[in-house]
């Protein structure tokens, strides 16, 4: 099994970032029906006035090779182009477990 986390850091103001984190959580939780290989995915959304990221998810997947399959799927690709325009920065570690 692989465990695919990811943080991202948004622009604009705080309740933009919110509006982007909320509306990109509900996107990426809706995957597992769609992508065979995510058997699951969690999104937290930072509440911590203090830190600078956003967002993060962890998403399980069997081998590495899902990790690519995952990421290049259409519904993730969807997903993600809900951050065009407001990612700063993103920062990732995929391991095996």
Request: charged share 20%.
């Amino acid at each position: 099994m692989v465990k695919h986390i990811v943080t991202f850091q948004l622009t604009g103001s705080a309740e933009q970032r919110l509006d982007v984190a909320r509306r990109f959580k509900d996107a990426l939780l809706a995957l597992p029906g769609k992508i065979d290989v995510l058997q699951s995915i969690e999104v937290g959304i930072n509440q911590n006035p203090t830190e600078d990221w956003d967002v993060v998810l962890t998403a399980i997947v069997p081998t590495m090779a899902d990790v690519a399959t995952y990421a290049g799927h259409p519904a993730h690709v969807a997903a993600a182009g809900l951050l065009a325009g407001h990612k700063a920065a993103r920062a990732c570690v995929d391991y095996e477990f």
